[in-house]
C-alpha cells in the first residue's frame, strides 16, 4: 500500500467527524462535503509524518476551510444552500457514557438542530469557528487560535462572545426579561428532576437538545429527559447560579464546587447541557451563585 493510500484510508476514517464540523461552520449539506473534500486535497499534499493527532489536525485544516468559505460568503453577501435536518440521535445515557471518539463527536454535531444553525448565522466568521471548534468539539483555544491567526486569550474571547449570543445573555438582554425566562425554564427543569417528572423534561428541552459531559453526549429530549430524571437527589442538593456568566446550577462538596452545569437556550428551551465534573476544569470555571 502507498503512502498516499494509507493516509487516504485513514482520512476516511475521519470523514463523519470532519463532515459534522463543516456542517455546523458551514449549515449547508453540499458546502460540508465542499470543505472536507478541499481539506483532503490540502492534506494529500502536506507531510503529516510528523503529526501525532490526526483526527485533531484534520480538524483544524477542515476549519480553516470553513473560515475561508465563510468569509468569503459574507463578502457575496450569500446565504447557506441548505438548513439539513438533524441525524436520528444514537442511544445514549445522560450520566454514563463510554469514552468519546469520532462518532460521537459527529452526533453531538448532527444533533444541535437547525435552531442554533439560525443563531450561529448571526455570529462573525471567527466567532462562529471559535464557539463551534471549542464548545461543540472540545478543540483547545490554542488550536483555535492557529487556525483564526489570533492569540489563545482572544480566541478565548470570540467563544464567550458567541456563546453568549447563542444562549441569549447579550448585552441587550442581560438582567431582562430575556434572561428571566431563562432562569425560570432552568428552575422549571430542576423541579421536574427532583420530582422525576419526565413530561414536565420534556416540555423545557429542545427536541434536538444535548447533554454533554467529559466523557461523551446524550442527544435527544427523550435520552436526555430520562438520565436528568435520575439526576433529582443532586437537584436538590445544589443550587442555581451563574456559570461563566451564563444561567446555570452547581453541587457543593465540602464547601467547595464539586459539579457544574451550564445551560444553552434557543427559543426558551434549553438545547446544549454542559456537564462540568472534572476536577481541573471545574476550578477554572467563573462561579457566582444567584
Do not use: K
Not at 164 to 176: K, T
Request: charged share 25%.
Amino acid at each position: 500500500m502507498s503512502d498516499t493510500d494509507f493516509l487516504a484510508r485513514r482520512f476516511e476514517a475521519h470523514r463523519g467527524h470532519l463532515r459534522a464540523v463543516a456542517h455546523r461552520m458551514l449549515g449547508s449539506t453540499a458546502e460540508a462535503e465542499d470543505a472536507v473534500q478541499e481539506a483532503w486535497f490540502r492534506v494529500s499534499r502536506s507531510d503529516t509524518t510528523r503529526v501525532d493527532n490526526l483526527g485533531g489536525w484534520l480538524t483544524t485544516v477542515v476549519g480553516r476551510v470553513c473560515l475561508d468559505m465563510l468569509r468569503s460568503r459574507r463578502s457575496r453577501a450569500e446565504e447557506p444552500l441548505d438548513a439539513a435536518a438533524p441525524l436520528p440521535a444514537a442511544p445514549s445515557t445522560f450520566a454514563s457514557a463510554t469514552a468519546p471518539d469520532p462518532e460521537q463527536d459527529a452526533l453531538l454535531a448532527d444533533s444541535v438542530g437547525v435552531a442554533l444553525l439560525v443563531v450561529l448565522d448571526t455570529l462573525t466568521p471567527a466567532e462562529r469557528l471559535a464557539f463551534v471548534l471549542h464548545d461543540l468539539f472540545g478543540v483547545a483555544y490554542d488550536e483555535v487560535a492557529a487556525v483564526v491567526d489570533r492569540t489563545p486569550a482572544a480566541a478565548r474571547q470570540l467563544a464567550s462572545r458567541a456563546r453568549r449570543r447563542v444562549q441569549g445573555a447579550d448585552a441587550s438582554e442581560a438582567g431582562g426579561a430575556g434572561q428571566r425566562r431563562q432562569w425560570e425554564v432552568v428552575d422549571a427543569f430542576l423541579a421536574a428532576a427532583r420530582e422525576g417528572d419526565f413530561e414536565g423534561l420534556l416540555d423545557v428541552l429542545d427536541p434536538d437538545v444535548v447533554a454533554r459531559t467529559e466523557v461523551g453526549v446524550t442527544t435527544g429530549a427523550a435520552a436526555v429527559a430520562r438520565g436528568a430524571a435520575t439526576f433529582g437527589p443532586l437537584a436538590g442538593a445544589g443550587r442555581s447560579a451563574l456559570v461563566d456568566g451564563v444561567p446555570g446550577f452547581v453541587v457543593f462538596a465540602e464547601g467547595r464546587v464539586e459539579r457544574a452545569l451550564r445551560f444553552a437556550f434557543v427559543r426558551d428551551r434549553i438545547t446544549v447541557i454542559d456537564i462540568v465534573t472534572d476536577p481541573g476544569r471545574v476550578s477554572r470555571l467563573d462561579v457566582r451563585p444567584i
